[in-house]
């Protein structure tokens, strides 16, 4: 059963929006899928559970209850879990169980993992997604490291996903996925202070076309909405991964100084999300305007509200 992936039990740690996308593109194969997410016993519980139904998934009550069953185990966590549910499947993995880490962590995060694993008899790969996974879903481009990545490759991908062996040593997937968050999120942390600041000033069309001009391939607008549709929505993930960054920067002996504060800015936008700024988390409006000035105007009401009047000042 081991060689013939069509037949595994595939075990999904983690049910946000990773876990659920590739639950439903398993399904479709008619791939056996459990999983375990520890909000399930919480507020979000009753949507995962209704999902899982509908997909046909069977629901875990524990990490151990998952893994002694699993063939494959992907672990699709937040970054700073990466290491604690490695160690928490390790308690009841099966020698040779497959354990394929999805999660955005330093390389040095990624090899204390494996050592839990490899001790525990268990086959550990590491893999670094390279682009945001809805578009691409189980497509999305995923390099595998890792002494077991060659094997693990081809298996993968005749289950639909498109991975490719990047390194034999582990970290080194890891080491691309983090040096390209710093790009890729603090882009993302510099447009929404960018944006948002321009609004307050009134320049934003005289910012947005000098962009325009300097880089003529992309379209401001439409990226900088779908910018601030990503903070809002996944803010949270998306600091503790630049976090994960931050320690891939000092694992060098770099000061992690822009990373730092994109992990900042992501995370306070995170905050306002929470607060319920941007509207009603779980509706289909929430995070989907399509003019990222809506949203950046909300963030400019709420500072001008938390901002201390010239009479409050004098008074301190």
């Excluded at 001009?213 to 909405?225: L, M, R, S, V, Y």
Aim: charge should be neutral.
């Amino acid at each position: 059963m081991m060689s013939d992936p069509g037949r595994w039990q595939i075990g999904l740690v983690g049910y946000g929006e990773v876990g659920r996308i590739l639950a439903e593109d398993l399904r479709q194969q008619n791939i056996k899928v459990a999983a375990y997410d520890i909000k399930l016993g919480g507020e979000q519980g009753a949507s995962l559970k209704e999902h899982a139904a509908r997909f046909g998934v069977v629901l875990a009550g524990s990490h151990a209850e998952l893994t002694a069953k699993s063939d494959l185990i992907v672990s699709a966590v937040t970054a700073s879990q990466a290491v604690p549910v490695a160690k928490a499947c390790a308690a009841a993995l099966n020698q040779g169980t497959w354990f394929l880490d999805f999660n955005s962590a330093s390389p040095g995060a990624k090899q204390r993992a494996a050592a839990l694993i490899d001790a525990a008899a268990g086959r550990y790969v590491e893999g670094a997604v390279m682009t945001s996974v809805p578009p691409y879903r189980i497509k999305v481009p995923l390099l595998l490291g890792g002494p077991g990545a060659r094997e693990l490759e081809p298996l993968l991908n005749a289950i639909g996903f498109a991975a490719r062996v990047a390194s034999e040593e582990l970290g080194v997937s890891s080491a691309v996925k983090m040096c390209r968050s710093i790009m890729i999120k603090g882009l993302e942390a510099m447009v929404i202070e960018s944006f948002t600041t321009a609004r307050a000033y009134g320049v934003e069309d005289a910012v947005l076309a000098s962009l325009a001009e300097t880089f003529p391939g992309i379209d401001w607008e439409k990226q900088g909405a779908y910018f601030f549709q990503r903070v809002i929505e996944h803010g949270r993930r998306r600091a503790e991964e630049v976090r994960e960054v931050a320690e891939t920067v000092r694992e060098v002996g770099l000061t992690p100084w822009s990373a730092q504060g994109t992990a900042e800015r992501q995370a306070w936008v995170a905050d306002l999300a929470d607060e319920g700024l941007f509207g009603t988390k779980g509706t289909k409006e929430f995070a989907r305007s399509a003019d990222w000035r809506t949203e950046a105007d909300r963030i400019l009401a709420k500072v001008k509200r938390a901002k201390p009047s010239a009479q409050d000042r004098t008074r301190t």
